[in-house]
């Protein structure tokens, strides 16, 4: 179990934390072939 240690010691982090972020939600755009929704990209 050592090689989850490191991953592990976040878990009581995130648990105190009350938001871990923002959904984002594009409500601009159908969705179909024509009018795509645009996801985010990140590199």
């Keep these: ?3 989850f240690e490191k991953i592990t010691k976040l ?3 995130l ?3 009350e938001t871990h972020g ?3 939600i594009d409500r ?3 969705g ?3 009018d ?3 996801m985010a990209l990140l590199h």
């Design 32 to 34: 179909t072939p024509d």
């Design 36 to 38: 795509p929704i645009l």
């Design 22 to 24: 923002e959904w984002i």
């Design 1 to 3: 179990m050592k090689r």
């Design 28 to 30: 601009e755009h159908k």
């Design 15 to 17: 648990e105190s934390e």
């Design 11 to 13: 878990i009581p982090l």
